[in-house]
């Protein structure tokens, strides 16, 4: 594995990896610069000091003629230290004057570009690196000479050694600033990655198990806030899924007992008969049974879809005047052995767009429960307004006022003598399709002690076309 595949395996080391590399190429840019710089200023100092030297030097030969030697003005040209070197020549490339350093060894007669010293690197008669300068200078008409073409240099010896020094030096100070940069990006990096760190132990602390776990992201860059909102929703999303999955097994627990238990007790009844008549009566009551499990889970899994988005309620013109007829036909069985009497309090036609199947669920719930729970012998009525706005009344002398809040939730039981509230998915169901279809069910206890069921929010055929038009 490469070092790059290393460091792309973790986010600290891309970091740090980035800031090193950006660290190293500036640091080596500037060094590089710098060095340009240094150079550049050192012998540009040398390269002044030796044209003020050629000018002294052609300035003193063309005043002294026959004695054109500054040696014994400047001494640096006596020494033996083979430091400083001159020499002079006229017009005809005669040699006039040279420094004593040169040991009667010529310097390269270097010419000026168009008249202008010339400067260049060179190798100096005692065999040591050395810079030169070259001058022309003109001498006045009558002068035999005719010009001088003075050449003046210096040993860079000694300078390109304090160059090295300084560069030495410089490399020195970059490696340890170099080096605290990458502790000091070190550190930061690992500074900057603690809410990252942070965010995910926030992550691991959440408990799958707690339907009201929440992500606790505490004070967030930035940069992170959008990434922890984002992983709060996923949790929501999450927890809300699981909490669906134990509802629709409770759910499905619940609804099916008393089915499988009917089914169970008329195989029983039918396994014991020696009538062939009880039997088919038996098999009839079986598949009634299978078919309203059927209907349980169907509409159970149809619900967990609703709430967990995955599909939408599909609308179609619904006569619910039809509907609640049907549905009280369906009941009429049930109410008269009960000795309920049902009374309809309907128009002609009353025509709103709905998903029927939920709408027939809801209404199905609504009836069911006020013929299951309603006093023997009471009267259990359904109306139905213009607008589509629908109430279901029995009476319900075993509820409270204080019953109303709790009316509703999954497997609420009120108990009175001689009959016990429904305790299963009946009102539950009924309120979450309600939700779902996007309209208001509500209960109400009134002071005669009937309960009446509202359904409101129906959308009428007209509003619908309205709607879809985009006509407010």
Same mark, same amino acid.
């Given at each position: 594995?490469s070092?790059?595949?290393?460091?792309?395996?973790s986010?600290?080391?891309?970091?740090? *990896?980035?800031?090193?590399?950006?660290v190293?190429i500036?640091?080596?840019?500037?060094?590089?610069?710098?060095?340009g710089?240094?150079r550049?200023?050192l012998?540009?100092?040398?390269?002044?000091?030796l044209?003020?030297? %050629?000018?002294?030097?052609?300035?003193?030969?063309?005043?002294?003629?026959?004695?054109?030697?500054?040696?014994?003005l400047?001494?640096?040209?006596r020494t033996?230290a083979?430091e400083?070197f001159?020499?002079?020549w006229?017009a005809?490339?005669?040699?006039?004057? +040279? %420094?004593?350093?040169?040991?009667?060894?010529?310097?390269?007669?270097?010419? !000026?570009?168009? !008249? &202008?010293?010339?400067?260049?690197?060179?190798?100096l008669?005692?065999?040591?690196?050395?810079?030169?300068?070259?001058?022309?200078?003109?001498?006045p008409?009558?002068?035999?000479?005719?010009?001088l073409?003075?050449?003046?240099?210096?040993e860079?010896?000694?300078?390109?050694?304090?160059?090295?020094?300084?560069?030495?030096l410089?490399?020195?100070?970059t490696?340890a600033?170099?080096?605290?940069?990458?502790v000091?990006?070190r550190?930061?990096?690992?500074r900057?990655?603690?809410?990252v +760190?942070?965010?995910?132990?926030s992550?691991?602390?959440?408990?799958?198990?707690?339907?009201?776990?929440?992500?606790?992201?505490?004070?967030?860059p930035?940069?992170?806030?959008?990434?922890?909102?984002?992983?709060?929703?996923?949790?929501?999303r999450l927890l809300?899924?699981?909490a669906?999955? &134990?509802r629709?097994?409770?759910?499905?627990?619940?609804e099916?007992?008393n089915?499988?238990?009917?089914?169970?007790l008329l195989? =029983?009844?039918?396994?014991?008969? !020696?009538?062939?008549?009880?039997?088919q009566?038996?098999?009839?009551?079986?598949?009634?049974?299978?078919?309203?499990?059927?209907?349980?889970v =169907?509409?159970?899994?149809?619900m967990?879809?609703?709430e967990?988005?995955?599909?939408?309620?599909?609308?179609?013109?619904?006569?619910?005047?039809?509907?609640?007829?049907?549905?009280?036909?369906?009941?009429?069985?049930?109410?008269?052995? &009960?000795?309920l009497?049902?009374?309809?309090?309907?128009?002609?036609?009353?025509?709103?767009?709905?998903?029927?199947?939920?709408v027939?669920?809801?209404?199905?719930?609504l009836?069911g429960n006020?013929?299951?729970?309603?006093?023997?012998?009471?009267?259990?009525?359904?109306?139905?307004?213009?607008n589509?706005?629908?109430?279901?009344?029995?009476?319900?002398?075993?509820?409270?006022?204080?019953?109303?809040?709790?009316?509703?939730e999954?497997f609420?039981?009120? %108990?009175?003598?001689?009959?016990?509230?429904?305790? !299963?998915?009946?009102l539950p169901?009924?309120?979450?399709i309600?939700?779902?279809?996007?309209?208001?069910l509500d209960?109400?206890?009134?002071?005669?002690?009937?309960?009446v069921?509202s *359904?409101?929010?129906?959308?009428?055929?007209?509003?619908?076309?309205?709607?879809?038009?985009?006509?407010?």
């Amino acid at each position: 594995m490469s070092l790059l595949d290393i460091a792309r395996r973790s986010l600290r080391n891309r970091l740090s *990896v980035g800031l090193t590399t950006g660290v190293v190429i500036v640091m080596t840019t500037s060094g590089v610069a710098l060095h340009g710089v240094i150079r550049s200023q050192l012998y540009q100092h040398l390269d002044d000091d030796l044209l003020l030297r %050629s000018r002294a030097v052609a300035e003193y030969a063309a005043m002294h003629p026959g004695r054109e030697s500054v040696a014994e003005l400047m001494p640096q040209f006596r020494t033996r230290a083979h430091e400083d070197f001159f020499q002079v020549w006229n017009a005809a490339g005669q040699t006039l004057a +040279r %420094s004593d350093s040169s040991i009667g060894k010529d310097l390269p007669r270097l010419a !000026g570009a168009n !008249g &202008r010293p010339g400067f260049r690197n060179l190798i100096l008669p005692d065999g040591h690196q050395g810079r030169a300068v070259a001058l022309r200078f003109e001498l006045p008409p009558g002068d035999p000479r005719g010009a001088l073409h003075v050449v003046t240099a210096e040993e860079t010896e000694n300078l390109d050694a304090l160059e090295s020094r300084i560069h030495l030096l410089l490399l020195l100070v970059t490696m340890a600033s170099l080096v605290a940069m990458l502790v000091i990006a070190r550190y930061s990096v690992d500074r900057g990655l603690r809410p990252v +760190r942070e965010l995910v132990q926030s992550l691991e602390r959440v408990s799958l198990d707690d339907p009201r776990a929440t992500l606790d992201t505490g004070p967030l860059p930035d940069e992170l806030r959008p990434v922890a909102a984002s992983f709060s929703q996923l949790l929501d999303r999450l927890l809300q899924a699981l909490a669906r999955e &134990r509802r629709y097994a409770r759910n499905v627990a619940h609804e099916l007992r008393n089915p499988l238990a009917e089914i169970r007790l008329l195989t =029983d009844v039918a396994q014991s008969s !020696g009538s062939a008549v009880e039997c088919q009566a038996a098999m009839r009551e079986i598949g009634t049974a299978a078919a309203e499990m059927e209907r349980i889970v =169907d509409t159970l899994m149809a619900m967990t879809r609703y709430e967990a988005g995955l599909e939408l309620p599909q609308p179609e013109p619904l006569d619910l005047c039809a509907e609640l007829r049907r549905l009280v036909q369906a009941l009429q069985p049930a109410a008269e052995q &009960r000795r309920l009497h049902m009374q309809l309090d309907l128009p002609g036609e009353v025509w709103v767009h709905a998903d029927s199947a939920l709408v027939e669920r809801l209404l199905g719930n609504l009836l069911g429960n006020a013929v299951a729970h309603a006093p023997e012998g009471a009267a259990v009525t359904i109306g139905l307004a213009a607008n589509g706005d629908v109430t279901v009344s029995n009476p319900a002398p075993h509820l409270t006022h204080e019953d109303l809040v709790k009316l509703g939730e999954q497997f609420f039981r009120v %108990s009175a003598v001689g009959h016990g509230a429904h305790a !299963g998915l009946g009102l539950p169901l009924a309120k979450a399709i309600a939700k779902v279809l996007g309209l208001a069910l509500d209960f109400e206890l009134l002071d005669d002690g009937n309960l009446v069921a509202s *359904v409101r929010g129906f959308r009428g055929l007209g509003e619908s076309l309205r709607h879809v038009d985009g006509v407010p």
